[in-house]
């Protein structure tokens, strides 16, 4: 249930008897069903940790706002002590804003800091990625490899997956054989985080549309989360609970930064701002781009459209001597089978007389 998972029959028991009170049922009547569900499960353990109903907490805050403060503090306090996450404490917060709000009250909460403290989560390397990935259900590989590669998030990925106009793209560029890395627009996201692109290898970009067992886009988030925790666990990483898909993004930069590959670009890749004031616009230059992966990554041009034709040329010129050669054996086989009859033939005359 949430943040805290399934509670027990006794604390269900309390929530049970919070949502008979009518300052809590209304207040929760007001939410989206996700919302509720969430903001439930927090707000019943903190006032809990209070020992306050939700409708003494009501008539205090209305009553004795600052003395009503204070106990918040501590409660949130303990939270902190009890090695509670910000997240958790974030939402509780957000939970009791929500629960006031409704009630038309507010409390002074002067100096109430939610403080969190980053945990690092663990090197994974580009080798370890892999095998993650195959290790993932066959029809997931795809898609896991084209997170890798592309360095996008799960949900830029999803939308791609889907997008006619962009696949159409793609496949354009893929019909020019002469080149080895596929440009992919990223379009501007829904915090108005700008436009990009990302650079991939032909072969990565050649995936596209990336399908289920079904033959429909692989578009659903949650069936990717399930699908990488078995591969992660087959790959003996099940104790590494914090490392999903996401994390591939930082595999990828870890790795382009270990190939020198430019901090402009590794940027860009990953869609951040590279400089707010956009007076630095390297990343803009696309070929300058090119080269720098190529370069990171060791690859070389693919040829271009007049040396392909001229190997074109260099092959049916081939074919043709290669034919020739064929119909010049082919006689000589001929002959030297018409050798052997006349022989057999004059050696049994021979034997005869």
Not at 22 to 39: A, E, F, G, I, N
Not at 48 to 54: A, E, I, Q, R
Request: some cysteine.
């Amino acid at each position: 249930m949430g943040f805290y998972g399934n509670i027990s029959p006794d604390d269900h028991k309390i929530l049970e008897d919070y949502r008979a009170d009518q300052s809590w049922d209304q207040w929760r009547k007001t939410m989206h069903p996700l919302t509720r569900k969430t903001y439930e499960s927090v707000f019943f353990k903190f006032l809990k940790g209070m020992k306050l109903t939700p409708t003494q907490l009501r008539d205090r805050a209305d009553k004795e706002p600052r003395e009503t403060s204070k106990l918040v503090k501590l409660r949130f306090a303990e939270l902190e002590k009890e090695g509670k996450s910000k997240a958790l404490r974030d939402v509780s917060k957000a939970a009791l804003n929500s629960f006031l709000a409704f009630h038309e009250l507010a409390l002074p909460l002067i100096g109430l800091k939610i403080n969190g403290h980053k945990r690092r989560k663990p090197f994974m390397s580009w080798e370890d990625g892999n095998r993650i990935i195959s290790l993932a259900p066959v029809e997931y590989q795809p898609a896991y490899k084209f997170l890798l590669w592309s360095a996008l998030d799960v949900e830029r990925f999803t939308q791609l997956n889907q997008d006619q106009i962009r696949l159409t793209k793609i496949k354009r560029q893929l019909q020019d054989q002469s080149l080895d890395w596929i440009k992919i627009e990223v379009p501007e996201g829904r915090k108005h985080s700008p436009a990009f692109f990302v650079m991939v290898p032909r072969e990565i970009a050649a995936l596209l549309p990336i399908l289920d067992q079904s033959g429909k886009p692989i578009v659903g988030k949650q069936n990717i989360f399930r699908n990488w925790v078995v591969a992660r666990n087959r790959a003996g990483f099940s104790e590494l609970t914090r490392i999903g898909p996401h994390n591939l993004r930082s595999v990828w930069i870890s790795e382009a930064a270990r190939r020198k590959l430019d901090p402009i670009v590794c940027e860009h890749q990953l869609g951040h701002v590279v400089d707010d004031k956009n007076y630095q616009r390297l990343q803009d230059d696309e070929a300058w781009v090119l080269g720098e992966f190529r370069e990171a990554w060791a690859t070389k041009p693919a040829a271009t459209r007049e040396q392909l034709e001229v190997r074109g040329q260099q092959i049916e010129e081939l074919e043709a001597v290669v034919k020739m050669q064929d119909a010049t054996i082919r006689a000589f086989q001929a002959e030297f089978q018409k050798f052997r009859a006349e022989y057999a033939s004059t050696k049994r005359a021979v034997k005869s007389k």
